[in-house]
């Protein structure tokens, strides 16, 4: 992999991370809503929850993979 591509997809890759890091506080702000909200039921909040955690596996996973390569 040239120079010039190795920057482009490190580039792109935190174009993504940062992406996943906007949607990452976007969801913790709707839990904290949702919570404050009496009609939100118990499964919704366990869904915004686990949509929460699984953005943070794939920012982890991303940086991880950046780290190693």
Known sequence: MSVQSLV???QKEE???Q???AK???LSEK???ARKDLST???Y???LKKQK???KEKIEGIRAEGAAG
């Open 53 to 55: 955690l699984v953005v």
């Open 24 to 26: 990452h506080a976007a």
């Open 41 to 43: 039921t118990d499964y």
């Open 19 to 21: 992406a996943l890091i």
């Open 15 to 17: 174009q993504h991370v």
């Open 31 to 33: 839990i904290e809503l």
């Open 8 to 10: 482009s997809h490190r």
């Open 45 to 47: 909040l366990n869904q």
